[in-house]
């Protein structure tokens, strides 16, 4: 990488930490840095999620704290482009995989994984692996994993979220059911989508098995 372009990313990570009152909130840190990056949607996008996350948490017996800190830190690399985020991944020690490439947002979940820690203490690996799979899912995702990628899908503003009505119909019943709405769909449009990333196509196969019996193995992924 060009060392002008590592510079600059080092010194951004420093200046964004310099931003964050460290006797402040972390809500007041998170929607600090969005603010000072211009980043009015993420910063309100992001309290709709925590509210979610929440309620979740109320619903299928989750730790409330846990569940609002991954919340609030999910998007934070947000504060970043995606151009950025590619430069910065392996500065950060990230390995980038060919559909991440592809499709760059994708990249993000984690990059703030990569802040949570760096940035904002964090040192629960329960939370780190909720934000760095809130994108995609994962197989084997725990409970507090499914939290966060529900919470992020029913915070989507509504055209972006035509599977919303059916997300909020299956978590009358099932947590896991929510998020294979959301995979179910993913897959459905997987020829709309700039990438499929491997871990959505794996957490599609093992929740398929459980929520759409009878449609057989996915064995072309
Ligand atoms: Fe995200
Ligand atoms: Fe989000």
Redesign the pocket.
């Known amino acids: 990488m060009d060392r002008r372009i590592a510079g600059s990313i080092m010194q951004d990570l420093q200046y964004l930490g310099a931003q964050m009152d460290s006797s402040g909130s972390l809500q007041q840190k998170v929607t600090c840095l969005f603010l000072c990056a211009g980043q009015q949607e993420t910063a309100r996008h992001t309290e709709s999620v925590v509210q979610w996350a929440l309620r979740l948490a109320d619903q299928f017996e989750a730790d409330p704290e846990s569940a609002a800190t991954a919340a609030w830190l999910?998007?934070v690399s947000?504060v970043w482009s995606p151009t950025t985020q590619l430069e910065a991944a392996p500065l950060l020690g990230i390995d980038i995989l060919p559909e991440e490439r592809k499709a760059p947002s994708l990249i993000?979940?984690k990059i703030?994984r990569v802040f949570a820690e760096a940035l904002f203490d964090i040192d629960s690996p329960e939370i780190l692996n909720a934000i760095r799979c809130?994108?995609t899912s994962r197989p084997g995702a725990s409970r507090l994993d499914d939290i966060t990628v529900v919470a992020?899908k029913l915070s989507w503003q509504p055209g972006q979220a035509p599977f919303r009505r059916h997300m909020e119909k299956a978590l009358e019943t099932s947590l896991r059911a929510a998020v294979f709405v959301y995979l179910n769909y993913l897959w459905a449009n997987r020829s709309e989508i700039p990438a499929v990333h491997p871990q959505m196509a794996e957490a599609y196969r093992e929740l398929s098995r459980d929520f759409a019996p009878g449609q057989g193995p996915l064995s072309q992924v």
Do not use: G, W
Request: aromatic content about 0%; overall charge negative.
């Open positions: 999910h998007d947000k993000h979940q703030s809130h994108t992020d």
